[in-house]
Nanobody, 128 residues
Framework: QVQLVESGGGSVQSGGSLRLSCAASGYTYSTYCMAWFRQPPGKEREGVATIDSDGRASNADSVKGRFTISQDNAKKTLYLQMNSLKPEDTAMYYC??????????????????????WGQGTQVTVSS
């Protein structure tokens, strides 16, 4: 059974940084796509970034230059380093994974639903 568990959320002031983690267990696929999504309060879910099992990453325009997605394959952990945080980054952040999206992983952050596995989310609050 695949489980994704996010951590690292919290409250930070505008301009600050946070690093989110997503620990995967029970995930045995050799090729996959993983992603970060977020859902601001009262708004639709939106994609943030993706990375495939070969390390190719892509970011949504809204976070380019500020957020970096990475992974530690040995630890089976996905990361999202968030710098220069803004109040509009306030949201519940979710990680997702899907082995079937590997071949079109880049840019699949635009696919906000239909992923095989989701975490429970971690809250990020940025105050001005």
């Amino acid at each position: 059974q695949v489980q994704l568990v996010e951590s690292g959320g919290g409250s930070v002031q505008s301009g600050g940084s946070l690093r989110l983690s997503c620990a995967a267990s029970g995930y045995t696929y050799s090729t996959y796509c993983m992603a970060w999504f977020r859902q601001p309060p009262g708004k639709e879910r939106e994609g943030v970034a993706t990375i495939d099992s070969d390390g190719r990453a892509s970011n949504a325009d809204s976070v380019k230059g500020r957020f970096t997605i990475s992974q530690d394959n040995a630890k089976k952990t996905l990361y999202l380093q968030m710098n220069s945080l803004k109040p509009e980054d306030t949201a519940m952040y979710y990680c997702a994974a899907d082995p079937m999206i590997y071949y079109y992983c880049s840019g699949s952050w635009a696919r906000t639903y239909g992923w095989a596995y989701w975490g429970q989310g971690t809250q990020v609050t940025v105050s001005s």
